[in-house]
């Protein structure tokens, strides 16, 4: 039986100790993803939160058809856009409207001011591209979906995935070198 | 023609013979090697900061939803709520079809021209808002409970 088969049995019959693990294991990710669709941090929250008891409470209708990460950024993705339609907020809210640069993490104190400086630099500029190159920049970025997989996700052929990665690093330079006077270096320190 | 060479490059999906050209050009133009520099950049950013720390607290918000006390607390409600509904359904199916007449039987009234009218008037009525209220209730109180349970905490 593979580990994601024992999770998906799991979640089924509802343990809570497989649950809380996968909802840790996933959190971040899922957290990610809906805070760069919706660039609002509550929003964010709350798509995650949808996200997480939709998943856990259709698990018994996932046919396996996809990986149950895919299945589940789908879900994502789809409760982001649906909420972003709902508050009519489709065009981008700076950052400097947001939380995010005022409310810490609970793991960001530790780490080097630049590396949280940098951070919020990218988030900030992510916040500017697109709302296709965003979400295909983060799923891409997650380092663990392949190109066919994020097609899935997003409903784009593999072609249109690489064209839109492309664009998308392209784009966030410029609006990166813009940000610090076309000198990226000091940005990456 | 570049950004596309870069992209791949980036992606490491080059082949031999592109590699071989990639890193000669990379040697012989230093307009091409800025631009790579920048474009590794913001890889290495992207890489670096490609998942967001989830707000404190999160996980437990998400637990708490589906733990079996906040679901039997809600499946108890829904309960309450049926028999609300089907009690409301019963009293106007006796209503409306004539098999009682809550005036007579409730008010103990002889059934005169003028306290039937009123008595009419008055069943309409209640009758209405018992079963917007029921509704109304039905709808919005679900929503609300679920909303209570997955408000976020403050942070600190």
């Excluded at chain 1, 589940?72 to 939380?99: C, F, H, P």
């Amino acid at each position: 039986m593979s580990t994601e088969q024992q999770v998906i049995e799991g979640i089924i019959r509802r343990d809570e100790q497989i649950i809380r693990d996968f909802v840790r294991l996933h959190q971040n990710y899922v957290y990610t993803l809906c805070l760069r669709i919706l660039t609002n941090e509550m929003l964010a929250e709350e798509a995650t939160q949808d996200t997480f008891l939709q998943v856990i409470q259709s698990m018994d209708k996932f046919d396996g058809r996809s990986r149950l990460t895919t299945w589940m950024y789908t879900i994502a993705r789809n409760t982001s856009i649906n909420k972003l339609r709902k508050t009519n907020r489709s065009r981008v809210k700076s950052l400097d409207q947001t939380e995010l640069a005022q409310q810490p993490h609970e793991d960001n104190s530790e780490k080097p001011l630049l590396q949280k400086q940098q951070r919020e630099q990218l988030e900030r500029c992510m916040q500017k591209l697109p709302i296709e190159e965003r979400e295909t920049l983060t799923l891409f970025y997650f380092k663990e979906l392949s190109i066919r997989e994020i097609g899935e996700i997003t409903g784009d052929t593999e072609s249109n995935i690489k064209v839109k990665l492309h664009r998308g690093r392209k784009h966030l330079k410029t609006i990166l070198e813009a940000s610090v006077h076309g000198q990226i270096d000091l940005l990456y320190g | 023609m570049d950004d596309q060479l870069i992209s791949k490059y980036l992606d490491d999906t080059l082949t031999a013979i592109e590699k071989k050209e990639f890193d000669a050009r990379m040697s012989s133009d230093p307009t091409f090697r800025k631009e790579v520099d920048a474009m590794q950049a913001v890889h290495r950013m992207l890489s670096q900061f490609s998942v967001q720390p989830a707000p404190h607290g999160l996980e437990s918000r998400i637990l708490a939803q589906i733990s079996p006390r906040v679901n039997r607390m809600i499946n108890g409600i829904r309960w309450i709520l049926g028999v609300w509904a089907l009690f409301t359904v019963v009293l106007l199916v006796l209503r409306f079809t004539g098999w009682v007449n809550f005036s007579d039987t409730l008010m103990g009234l002889d059934s005169d021209q003028l306290t039937g009218q009123i008595n009419q008037y008055q069943t309409w009525f209640s009758v209405a808002i018992s079963m917007s209220a029921t509704l109304f209730f039905l709808y919005f109180s679900q929503s609300w409970i679920k909303k209570l349970a997955r408000r976020p905490g403050k942070r600190t």
